[in-house]
């Protein structure tokens, strides 16, 4: 079955250095996606991604994070100058279309700033 | 605006009885909802989905969820637990405000399954 796949599994950054998440969604969707869960706290909504730009975005999403499909496969996401609160899982998604679908995750990504 | 409340932050049950975890949804129209696991160190998989057709909803590894709109509730039950259901469940609704179908998780119960 196909899957979402995200690297690297564990990333450690020093703070305020740029960090990239990668993320290489199902090849037939559409709808990319990325959330976060910072230890202890609910998973939550980042940003959606079709078409080539941005669909949505939440308040955290501010202009320290900014993503990308720089190619046909991958999805990245970009914080600029990480800070100490940026530690947290990132998760990407995928789905075929926006909406009502599900969305495929990966596996995550565990970011630590020191 | 949309929300899911889970109702529970740890469920423990015995190996091979029944699983309810519960959740309560807030929205201002026909909800799609969804269930998720976490086990430790992976992703989030997909259970089962809602989306407006049978409110009876079977999902994967003998899940099911049943959606009741006048308690505005979609819990979760297994009539058998097995050792390999420990794991974070998560109950989610999709928003639309946006019109991308974001997800919005509830906080997430805990599933410890003892032998």
């Known amino acids: 079955e196909p899957e979402v796949t995200q690297t690297p599994s564990h990333q450690v950054t020093q703070m305020g250095q740029e960090v990239i998440l990668r993320c290489v969604p199902i090849s037939n969707h559409l709808y990319f996606y990325w959330y976060r869960q910072i230890l202890g706290q609910k998973v939550e909504f980042l940003v959606s991604f079709y078409n080539n730009e941005i669909s949505e975005k939440s308040e955290i999403f501010d202009d320290q994070f900014s993503v990308e499909r720089p190619d046909g496969s991958n999805f990245t996401l970009k914080i600029r100058s990480t800070k100490l609160e940026d530690s947290a899982m990132y998760f990407c998604?995928?789905?075929?279309?926006?909406?009502?679908?599900?969305?495929?995750f990966g596996d995550g990504t565990r970011l630590s700033i020191l | 605006a949309q929300s899911v409340t889970q109702l529970d932050s740890h469920v423990s049950v015995s190996e091979g009885t029944p699983v309810l975890l519960r959740c309560n949804y807030s929205s201002s129209y026909s909800p799609s909802l969804f269930w998720y696991v976490q086990h430790p160190n992976k992703g989030l998989q997909l259970l089962l989905k809602y989306t407006s057709a049978a409110t009876l909803v079977k999902g994967i590894n003998g899940f099911e969820a049943e959606f009741k709109k006048s308690e505005t509730s979609f819990h979760l039950t297994k009539p058998s637990a097995h050792m390999s259901d420990a794991a974070e469940y998560f109950c989610v609704v999709s928003d639309f405000s946006g019109n991308t179908g974001k997800l919005i998780f509830g906080q997430g119960t805990t599933l410890q399954v003892k032998p």
């Open positions: 998604a995928s789905s075929v279309t926006g909406g009502n679908q599900p969305q495929h």
